[in-house]
């Protein structure tokens, strides 16, 4: 793994090394170990599942700190791991030098995901461009139960 920032599991990578590759090189590089995962998903408990061309996806599993006052599992958590799975699909089609972020995002929860139970979200790419791209994402159990539904745009840019 790389040598990156005072925690070697969890850190940032330069900027200048992430641009040097494609996309896709970068993030399968990270779901491989090679770089370390995004901070947040330390905090959230998540990691990169698979890395495809267009297509990611985050394994999670909320614990009772993701809980709101009702004690089920936090919308926001729904909306973290969704735009982390549909973000990632947009920087696997980037070439090098060329980066994004998120513009917007919607999420539709469908049924309370159970504290403890493993979810997958995967992101898709339905278009990417010159300036945006379009992604969208699913929350689901192992089993392929659907839980919550999402829709991103990221706005690309050169670095």
Not at 107 to 119: D, Q, S, Y
Request: hydrophobic content about 40%.
């Amino acid at each position: 793994m790389a040598e990156i920032g005072p925690d070697n599991q969890f850190g940032i990578v330069p900027c200048e090394q992430r641009t040097a590759m494609t996309g896709f090189e970068f993030i399968s590089a990270v779901g491989r170990g090679e770089f370390p995962q995004p901070p947040i998903t330390k905090l959230l408990k998540l990691r990169i599942e698979t890395v495809e061309r267009g297509k990611v996806a985050f394994r999670g599993q909320p614990s009772n700190e993701m809980t709101n006052p009702m004690g089920t599992v936090h919308g926001g958590w729904y909306g973290t791991i969704l735009d982390s799975a549909m973000g990632c699909a947009v920087m696997t089609v980037l070439e090098k030098n060329r980066m994004y972020t998120t513009l917007e995002f919607k999420v539709n929860l469908t049924r309370a995901l159970p504290i403890g139970m493993e979810a997958l979200a995967i992101g898709e790419v339905m278009h990417a461009g010159r300036s945006t791209a379009v992604a969208n994402g699913r929350l689901e159990d192992l089993d392929g139960r659907l839980y919550a539904f999402s829709t991103s745009t990221c706005i690309l840019f050169d670095k």
